[in-house]
């Protein structure tokens, strides 16, 4: 019985999925993994100013026009904010905002 050769490709890790967040206002979609270039680029800025950098250089266009009309925190009657969505975004990616 023959034995296959691994090839270094066999051992990489399966492609993450995109993360992905749906509300009344659309959906927005962003990198299921936080790109070590974005938090070594930002690393100077707020936890505010980081995440909106990060989201602005990797969501589309259709996300960033779903995510500026987000409310900033949660409102009864209204699905979605960009509370929900960068605490969601965060949990997602084995984070939890505000700590380092």
């Given at each position: 019985m023959?034995?296959?050769?691994?090839?270094?490709?066999?051992h990489?890790?399966?492609?993450?999925?995109?993360?992905?967040?749906?509300?009344?206002?659309g959906?927005?979609?962003?990198?299921?993994?936080?790109?070590?270039?974005?938090?070594?680029?930002?690393?100077?800025?707020?936890?505010?100013?980081m995440?909106?950098s990060?989201?602005e250089?990797?969501?589309?266009?259709?996300?960033?026009?779903?995510?500026d009309?987000l409310?900033?925190?949660?409102?009864?009657?209204?699905?979605?904010?960009?509370?929900?969505?960068?605490?969601?975004?965060?949990?997602?990616?084995?984070?939890?905002p505000?700590?380092?």
């Open positions: 023959a034995t296959t050769r691994k090839t270094p490709q066999d990489k890790k399966p492609a993450v999925a995109e993360f992905v967040y749906e509300c009344e206002f959906t927005v979609t962003l990198p299921g993994f936080m790109p070590t270039g974005a938090l070594r680029k930002f690393r100077k800025l707020s936890e505010l100013d995440i909106l990060i989201i250089e990797y969501a589309d266009e259709e996300s960033l026009e779903v995510v009309q409310p900033q925190d949660d409102i009864d009657g209204i699905d979605g904010s960009f509370k929900e969505l960068t605490k969601s975004w965060m949990e997602s990616l084995g984070m939890t505000g700590n380092s």
